[in-house]
């Protein structure tokens, strides 16, 4: 269970302005001596700061994907694979898992926005599909 930062300022107070020992603090804070003991240790009074991820694709990769996905709405995994591999060689993970990594936390594209894409992209599909259709068309006018 964590616990707010002005707990953990209580104790360092309590226990290295007034001198009052840790399972004192603990009862007085409503907290366990654990924890307390735990604040002692590590030095942390703050949350702790969370690790810079970095992605494993250098940043002309990472472009060419957005530029790709900008490009077909409508994609498939193994379509962006090719290309990846076409493009790149086989220098970089082209797996499935590892391009929806990418795809969601490196460049913030998650199932819904690549959704509404592709719904957004279905009428000017349908109507470069008609246009080819129509030069063999031949009905009534």
């Known amino acids: 269970m964590g616990y707010s930062s002005d707990i953990r300022w209580r104790h360092i107070v309590l226990q290295y302005v007034y001198n009052i020992e840790i399972s004192v603090a603990a ?11 735990l604040f002692k240790t590590t030095g942390y009074v703050d949350n702790k700061p969370k690790a810079e991820r970095s992605s494993k694709w250098p940043p002309e990769v ?19 694979r ?7 060689s086989t220098r970089y993970c082209c797996s499935d898992s590892h391009i929806c990594r990418v795809l969601r936390f490196d460049l913030g594209l998650s199932g819904k926005i690549l959704t509404k ?7 000017k599909k349908h109507q470069e599909y008609v246009n080819r259709l129509l030069s063999f068309y031949n009905g009534p006018e």
Do not use: N, T
């Open 27 to 37: 009862d007085v804070l409503g907290v366990s001596v654990r924890s307390l003991h």
């Open 62 to 80: 990472q472009q060419f994907v957005q530029e790709y996905v900008k490009q077909h709405p409508c994609f498939y995994f193994q379509e962006l």
């Open 82 to 88: 090719e290309s990846l591999k076409e493009k790149f």
């Open 117 to 123: 894409r592709a719904w957004g992209s279905i009428p």
